[in-house]
């Protein structure tokens, strides 16, 4: 697989501007103008296996709206400050006897395919929970 | 340290936007509309080694300008796909004399104060090298 790359310009501050593939989004520690750097692992966690989940659910014949991802982390307090346990809540609009099917979507992703959760996992740990929307 | 969180919602297809304290970025497996999720990563290393970066020289009293970091990372061939290696390039105006001031800075940033190469050293290395701009 050809080599990833992102190019990444300080504007000011903590501000940065951070390009791939041409697209571009900001970076800023103080949060005002872009996400801080350390969330967005937390994005990529979410985009990465969400993307695994949609596909797995299609390939399924699994019918499903609304999804949603939510990731969150608390930090250790001593510098490297770095992700405690990792807590994901999947959210979908679905038939409710479809949750034994979204669970195994959800394990096969974090535990198989998705390389965002593989390379978090030699951190912390990843636990999740699903939420089924009426 | 308060929790971080992302809110990440389905838009279609590989296609995700992730919400992180009122800022919204695109995720997109595609790359056609937003960055892949695991060059969030790599942009997330770049933010957070330049935030320390860019401190550490305003404290070291060091003048510079135009400072850019690139990140480039291989990928291995099989699921769950992980980086190889990280290799980081920090770009900077400043006087020729200030490389071993630079470098001071990046390696405090890498091995004390940045949490994402923290975690991300625990799946891989990250080497670097820099340029100074004439």
């Excluded at 989940?53 to 982390?73: G, N, P, Q, R």
């Amino acid at each position: 697989m050809a080599a990833l790359k992102t190019s990444t310009t300080w504007i000011k501050g903590q501000e940065f501007e951070s390009e791939h593939d041409g697209n571009k989004i900001n970076v800023d520690g103080d949060k005002k103008n872009g996400h801080g750097p350390k969330a967005l692992l937390l994005s990529g966690l979410a985009g990465c296996s969400g993307i695994d989940v949609v596909d797995i659910l299609h390939k399924m014949k699994v019918e499903f709206s609304d999804f949603s991802i939510d990731v969150e982390a608390d930090q250790t307090e001593e510098h490297p400050k770095v992700f405690k346990d990792i807590q994901v809540t999947y959210r979908l609009k679905t038939a409710t006897d479809n949750l034994e099917k979204v669970k195994k979507a959800i394990n096969l992703s974090l535990d198989k395919y998705c390389g965002v959760s593989a390379m978090l996992k030699k951190n912390s740990a990843i636990n999740y929970t699903v939420e089924i929307l009426n």
